[in-house]
C-alpha cells in the first residue's frame, strides 16, 4: 500500500477521510493522521482538525460523508452476493477516492 502514496502523500489522507466516513479508518491510522495535523495546517495553511482540512482542501461538501456511507451501506450486501466474501473497506476507500476524484 505504501506504492500508492509514494508520489502522492495527500491521498493516504484522503483515503484515511473516506474510511472514516464508513467506521473503518484503524486506530493507528487515526493516530498517524493526528499526528500530522501541524504538518497539514502547515502545508495548507489551514487550522482544524486533519479531517476538516482534508475537507476543506477537497471542497468536500457537510453532506459527503453520509452519501459515502449510503454507497458503501447499500454496495456491501450486493458485493458480498457477487463475490462470496464481505467487501474490504480499505479497497472500497482507495478505489472510491480513485474514482471519484482522480486519486486526489
Known sequence: MSDRYT???FLRFVDAW???AIGHLDDAT?????AMTPQLEQSFGRKGRWDQI???QMNFGPELP???RKIWTDG???FAKGNGAAPDPVQFAMIFVDRSFGRA
Request: proline content about 5%; glycine content about 0%.
Open 7 to 9: 508520489d502522492a502523500p
Open 18 to 20: 473516506v474510511l472514516k
Open 30 to 34: 487515526e493516530a498517524y493522521c493526528r
Open 54 to 56: 482534508v475537507a476543506a
Open 66 to 68: 453520509a452519501q459515502i
Open 76 to 78: 456491501k450486501a450486493r
